[in-house]
């Protein structure tokens, strides 16, 4: 038996040029019909306020309806939260938790589905926190109130956290 150069037929190996040619080639066809998740940005909100998830950013490559379903994934102590009206909505909505003084980081899975079943993933994580007040006393609360309140919270990102204070109404 004679086997063309270049063919796999006894070679099957990751490093066969062949092999790499035709993984490449299979992904870039499965990447062109795949369903791609958008759970949008990451959010920083005050407990109590409303807060609305939106996977509106999702599309089909090939233009079907997509089916949406966010997960709440849950850690020890965090507070679990009713999405509304389901979790089976591109935009749910909750109200923001209550939470200790050092707040609490709540994370969703959003996971699209095409009409073929084909499925996407994306994470948002949702950073809720006691708004601080006017900690300077200077009768306002603004971005000046965050630097006793923020230090020795874990797991925000500064930079970001004083970028939306703006955003959040206390």
Same mark, same amino acid.
């Given at each position: 038996?004679?086997?063309? /150069?270049?063919?796999? %037929?006894?070679?099957?190996?990751?490093?066969?040029?062949?092999?790499? #040619?035709?993984?490449?080639? %299979?992904? !870039?066809?499965?990447? @062109? +019909?795949?369903?791609?998740?958008?759970?949008?940005? $990451? @959010?920083?909100?005050?407990?109590? =306020?409303? /807060?609305?998830?939106?996977? &509106?950013? !999702?599309?089909?490559?090939? &233009?079907?309806?997509?089916?949406? #379903? %966010?997960?709440?994934? @849950?850690?020890?102590?965090?507070?679990?939260?009713?999405?509304?009206?389901?979790?089976?909505?591109?935009?749910?909505?909750?109200? =923001?938790?209550?939470? &200790?003084?050092?707040?609490?980081?709540?994370?969703? +899975?959003?996971?699209?589905?095409?009409?073929?079943?084909?499925? !996407?993933? $994306?994470? +948002?994580?949702?950073?809720?926190?006691?708004?601080?007040?006017?900690?300077?006393?200077? #009768?306002?609360?603004?971005?000046?109130?965050? =630097?006793?309140?923020?230090?020795?919270?874990?797991?925000?990102?500064?930079? /970001?956290? /004083?970028?939306?204070?703006? #955003? +959040?109404?206390?």
């Amino acid at each position: 038996r004679v086997e063309p /150069v270049g063919d796999m %037929w006894n070679d099957l190996h990751p490093f066969v040029p062949g092999y790499a #040619k035709m993984a490449d080639l %299979w992904f !870039s066809g499965l990447m @062109q +019909i795949m369903p791609q998740a958008d759970a949008g940005p $990451d @959010q920083i909100v005050n407990a109590s =306020a409303p /807060v609305t998830l939106d996977a &509106g950013g !999702s599309f089909d490559p090939e &233009g079907g309806d997509l089916s949406y #379903k %966010w997960v709440q994934t @849950q850690t020890a102590g965090t507070p679990v939260v009713n999405l509304l009206p389901n979790d089976q909505a591109s935009q749910p909505t909750f109200v =923001a938790p209550e939470v &200790g003084p050092d707040g609490e980081l709540l994370t969703f +899975i959003a996971t699209v589905t095409d009409p073929d079943g084909l499925e !996407s993933t $994306d994470t +948002i994580s949702v950073n809720v926190f006691n708004c601080p007040g006017d900690l300077d006393h200077d #009768k306002d609360a603004d971005a000046s109130d965050l =630097a006793e309140y923020v230090t020795g919270l874990s797991g925000l990102d500064l930079e /970001v956290f /004083v970028a939306d204070f703006g #955003k +959040i109404n206390c």
